[in-house]
């Protein structure tokens, strides 16, 4: 069974720093592309970022590019999700998620899904 758990997410200043881990089971990560995926309250789950399967390469949403950073760590499986200088904006729910696409910046792409972790960032 597959399961991804995040953690890290909490309530912050803006400007602050946060660090999100997603520890997947059931799967190894580092052989799939994984994307950070973010929804706020009212709005649609948007891109935020991907680690290309296999490899390090990664992409950004425009939104967060300079200030976010994805990383995996494939002794432990695990994904993590660095953000820094954050602003209000970013305030949502953020999912991990696997894909066995190389490159994938829609939802409907990926298959396998953790349940999210809150971030606030209040300024």
């Known amino acids: 069974q597959v399961q991804f758990v995040e953690s890290g997410g909490g309530s912050v200043q803006a400007g602050d720093s946060l660090r999100l881990s997603c520890a997947a089971s059931?799967?190894?990560?580092?052989?799939?592309?994984m994307g950070w995926f973010r929804q706020a309250p009212g709005k649609e789950r948007e891109f935020v970022g991907l680690?290309?399967?296999?490899?390090?390469?990664?992409d950004y949403a425009d939104s967060v590019k300079g200030r976010f950073t994805i990383s995996r760590d494939n002794a432990k499986n695990t994904v993590y999700l660095q953000m820094n200088n954050l602003k209000p904006e970013d305030t949502a729910v953020y999912y991990c998620?696997?894909?066995?696409?190389?490159?994938?910046?829609?939802?409907?792409?990926?298959?396998?899904w953790g349940r999210g972790t809150q971030v606030i960032v209040s300024s």
């Open positions: 059931g799967l190894t990560s580092a052989s799939y592309t």
């Open positions: 998620a696997a894909t066995s696409n190389y490159y994938a910046n829609l939802p409907d792409w990926y298959k396998y």
């Open positions: 680690i290309i399967g296999g490899g390090s390469a990664t």
